[in-house]
């Protein structure tokens, strides 16, 4: 179905190519996944497929790509177009109508299909992909996650013989991720659909794919078995890292199979006591954000209603919950973005009103990274934007990319924001963000688009940040990010706050949000594959 015949891809100015003498076949109806670091050239391998690299992006490409016998070099995105539907990062940079049902019977009306083929398409697709409650919504009111739904299913219902994602589940709960993931899967089996996606996510979609490939540094393996990749791969979700810490094989993929290798290990940390207690981080008597009886309209919905929270200064806080919950919602509202209909909100030592102050005065108290990271950022190089938010946050030159280099490693300062990958745009908006030392931090999806390194890199930083007194407050649907660096979890639904508490006790009662780590080895309460490790090292 696809075939890379001796791919390299090289773009103006860059010092290296995107990717190098890549060869490869796909056959039909495969769910084939794409692991690679952050910036391997994991979007560059996606975007051949359907001809935006080189059409739209640029650069130079060399060797051939084929797909179902065209040749995207000769044939332009808008011809592939009935054939390959390619789904973004950014989900909203493709939407063309306002509401769900118009955006899936879209691509249906511009290729003249039947208007019978189409109302019964529409209903089909709705009800795949969890849909239907939404028909009516405008896209601009949805959260991240719904539009990311929205997107795949518009592209589905046109019928495409390949559908390529990029991060498909990275703004979703976990319960609508394993939905999504569920329905590429009878896709694939039950309609011969070929469909490649990159995710940096592999807890949750390893054990669906039929084939791996690995990308580094704009080379590629061959396509391999899951459990063969995964055994030698750099970048691994925790189960696989508690399968080599504790010698298992076969490499298990699934909760399921790692729990039958589990017994042992279990028996051995019960020994040693069991899996320790956190205690709740916190500096000093006085809380960092207040919010009281916080009453939210978007448009005509009510997003948030008579919540009350308080945070404590120096901790770092999750807020959980399904998409479209109040979660973005309730951070735009402490960053000053969406006005209280009813009730209170108070942010830092002062106490200050963020809807009171002035932008100036408030980005001393609070910094949001909203889930697009391109929304931060102006210049025309990484070079130029961080000497910006030098300048503008009155700190030393070079704070900002020296920060950068911390969370994000070595990023050539001539390259526009734009041919940054995603998770290097988001590395670089955090560290605009940071430059300006906010005592309260809010992060909506911070790992979007990164890595296991990546996360582990900016945990370390939060983590930091927290000790020397900044609040953190984080919106996300990354289990695994809260397992590594949260005190405590908040869990939203319908704009209200159903269960808070230690990171440990919230995520460790909870089916849909526990980590895998938690899930192989309950009853016990590990989190993380270092907690275990840790462990294991103080008995040895």
């Known amino acids: 179905m696809i075939v890379f015949d001796r791919v390299s891809v090289t773009y103006a100015g860059a010092p290296a190519p995107a990717l190098s003498d890549v060869t490869l076949e796909i056959p039909e109806g495969e769910l084939v996944l794409v692991v690679g670091p952050t910036g391997s050239g994991k979007s560059t391998l996606l975007r051949t497929i359907n001809g935006l690299v080189p059409h739209f992006t640029g650069g130079t490409l060399s060797g051939s790509v084929v797909v179902d016998g065209l040749d995207t070099a000769e044939h332009r995105p808008r011809d592939l177009a009935t054939m390959v539907g390619l789904v973004d990062q950014n989900p909203t940079s493709t939407f063309v109508t306002d509401v769900v049902e118009d955006e899936v019977a879209y691509g249906m009306e511009t290729m003249g299909l039947h208007p019978t083929t189409i109302r019964r398409r529409i209903e089909e697709t709705l009800d795949l992909f969890g849909l239907t409650p939404l028909r009516s919504r405008p896209l601009s009111a949805l959260s991240g996650g719904q539009q990311q739904r929205v997107a795949i299913a518009s592209l589905f219902a046109a019928g495409p013989k390949v559908l390529v994602l990029d991060e498909p589940t990275s703004a979703l709960d976990p319960v609508a991720a394993e939905e999504v993931l569920a329905s ?8 011969g659909v070929t469909v490649v996606l990159a995710e940096h996510r592999l807890e949750r979609v390893v054990h669906h794919a039929d084939r791996v490939v690995l990308v580094s540094q704009g080379r590629t393996s061959g396509l391999l078995d899951p459990a063969t990749a995964m055994a030698t791969s750099t970048i ?16 298990p993929l699934s909760i399921r199979d790692a729990r039958r290798h589990a017994a042992t290990l279990r028996a ?3 020994d ?4 320790p207690t956190t205690p709740l981080r916190g500096i000093g008597p006085a809380d960092a954000v207040t919010v009281r009886g916080a009453r939210i309209r978007r448009g005509s919905r009510v997003v948030i209603e008579g919540l009350d929270l308080t945070v404590a200064r120096g901790s770092v806080t999750a807020l959980m919950g399904r998409n479209g919950a109040g979660k973005s919602t309730l951070l735009g509202a402490l960053a000053g973005q969406h006005p209280l209909t009813s009730g209170s909100m108070r942010l830092g030592r002062r106490g200050l009103d963020p809807h009171d102050v002035r932008a100036r005065e408030r980005v001393a108290v609070v910094g949001l990274v909203p889930q697009q990271p391109e929304l931060l950022l102006y210049a025309d190089s990484v070079e130029a934007e961080c000497a910006d938010a030098d300048r503008d946050f009155g700190v030393e030159p070079g704070t900002t990319a020296r920060m950068l280099a911390r969370i994000s490693g070595p990023i050539d300062g001539g390259l526009h924001p734009r041919d940054l990958s995603e998770g290097q745009r988001l590395e670089l908006a955090v560290s605009v963000i940071l430059a300006g030392a906010p005592e309260v931090l809010l992060l909506d999806e911070p790992t979007r688009g990164l890595d296991y390194g990546a996360k582990q890199r900016l945990g370390a930083t939060l983590t930091e940040l927290a000790a020397r007194g900044t609040t953190v407050v984080i919106a996300t649907h990354d289990v695994e990010l809260c397992a590594e660096v949260a005190d405590r979890v908040v869990i ?9 508490g230690p990171a440990r006790e919230v995520l460790s009662s909870s089916p849909a949000f526990a980590p895998q780590v938690t899930k192989v080895l309950l009853p016990q309460t ?7 490790a840790a462990a294991l090292e103080r008995s040895a």
């Open 526 to 532: 590990w989190l993380t594959v270092a907690e275990v």
């Open 236 to 251: 691994f979700p925790p189960v696989v890292g508690l399968s080599r810490l504790a010698g298992w094989t076969p490499t």
């Open 492 to 500: 939203l639904a319908d704009g209200e706050i159903v269960s808070d």
């Open 184 to 191: 590429l899967q009878r896709i694939v089996h039950d309609l």
């Open 272 to 275: 040693l006591g069991g899996a």
């Open 268 to 270: 051995t940390l019960g």
